[in-house]
């Protein structure tokens, strides 16, 4: 099983500061792909279609 978080590869600046900060594409990511992330995508786009679909069932309704 592969790790959740990866390691970084992030290199400290120079001591003199004259130049940048080397970053890999490796680190850029903002966070860890897989798939809960797409679990969170379906659930959140189902939620948010239910609770329209609920608003709309009770405007309905209620006038």
Same mark, same amino acid.
């Given at each position: @099983?592969?790790? /959740? #978080?990866?390691?970084?590869?992030?290199?400290?600046? +120079? +001591?003199?500061?004259?130049? /940048?900060?080397?970053?890999? /594409?490796? /680190? #850029?990511?903002?966070?860890?792909? *897989?798939?809960?992330?797409?679990?969170?995508?379906?659930?959140? @786009? *189902?939620?948010?279609?239910?609770?329209?679909? #609920?608003?709309? @069932?009770?405007?309905?309704?209620?006038?």
């Amino acid at each position: @099983m592969t790790p /959740t #978080v990866e390691k970084d590869n992030v290199q400290p600046a +120079p +001591p003199d500061g004259r130049e /940048t900060q080397n970053i890999t /594409t490796d /680190t #850029v990511r903002q966070g860890p792909a *897989g798939w809960r992330v797409l679990y969170v995508l379906i659930l959140g @786009m *189902g939620g948010a279609a239910l609770a329209c679909f #609920v608003a709309y @069932m009770i405007w309905t309704y209620v006038r």
